[in-house]
């Protein structure tokens, strides 16, 4: 697996999460957006700490479709329990993500495994 696959989950999950704030009228707080990039960041630091591991393990289809299955269910519950909240926060990490991996695959930031 590789930047393709992370990044066309990343855009389904995207396009679930943009569905969901659609259908909810939610106008996305910028705060929430910030944070949830900020968060996502964050995770890929600590993540590249331990690069092998963490390859290893979301190489699996298994840890894939379960980690596309939370995102999606997890936005779809915040959809009606604090939509405005949820859905910032899922669509601010999830457009970080896909940023980390554009300018990953362009070789302007280097390989995770070299971060450390």
Do not use: N
């Amino acid at each position: 697996m590789g930047t393709r696959t992370d990044a066309a989950l990343a855009l389904l999950a995207l396009a679930a999460v943009t569905s969901f704030a659609v259908r909810a009228d939610v106008t996305l707080a910028p705060i929430f957006l910030i944070g949830g990039g900020t968060a996502t960041v964050a995770f890929e630091l600590l993540a590249a700490r331990e690069y092998e591991t963490v390859r290893q393990y979301w190489d699996r289809r298994s840890v894939q479709l379960a980690s596309l299955t939370a995102a999606i269910g997890g936005a779809a519950v915040g959809a009606r329990v604090a939509p405005v909240l949820v859905l910032s926060l899922c669509c601010g990490a999830t457009m970080s993500y896909l940023v980390v991996l554009a300018l990953r695959r362009t070789g302007i930031v280097p390989p995770p495994q070299t971060w450390w």
